[in-house]
């Protein structure tokens, strides 16, 4: 059985979450996290080839365009994966996204409001789970 590939999208400011969550899936659950995708083009290619996105929302990721950018192109992604082939209908669609807000300030990030209108955010009032 092939093993799910995972995505984690974060800013810097948010790096020691990042490794607590790809260690935490990697060695808890057993999942493939695709780490090698910094780089021009590669956010694309490792999202285009990702089983679960897990988004690290903070401020400074509401932020930044290129942050919005990816979670734009995994929802886009989600929601076309039937109709594009790559999912079948009897199966959930892919990639499957779990955005984790960290002590967003929602009243400044009304766009991060909107993002969240179409799909279920977790939200951790801390700053990160170090």
């Known amino acids: 059985q092939t093993r ?13 979450t990042a490794m607590l969550v790809s260690d ?5 659950a057993g999942l493939d996290v695709l780490d090698d995708w910094w780089g021009v083009g590669m956010q694309a290619k490792q999202i285009r080839e ?3 996105v897990v988004l690290l929302m903070n401020n400074e990721w509401a932020e930044s365009r290129q942050c919005q950018d990816e979670y734009h192109f995994a929802k886009r992604l989600n929601l ?8 079948r209908r009897i199966h959930e ?5 779990i955005p ?3 002590n967003l300030n929602w009243e400044d990030q009304e766009h991060v409001k909107l993002l969240s209108a179409t799909t279920n955010f977790i939200v951790h ?4 789970l170090t």
């Open 50 to 52: 990702a089983d679960i």
């Open 4 to 16: 799910a590939k995972v995505v984690i999208c974060y800013v810097e400011s948010m790096e020691p």
């Open 93 to 97: 669609r892919k990639p499957v996204l």
């Open 80 to 87: 076309t994966s039937h109709e594009e082939h790559r999912t």
């Open 125 to 128: 009032n801390g700053q990160d």
């Open 100 to 102: 984790i807000a960290f």
């Open 24 to 28: 935490a899936l990697r060695e808890g």
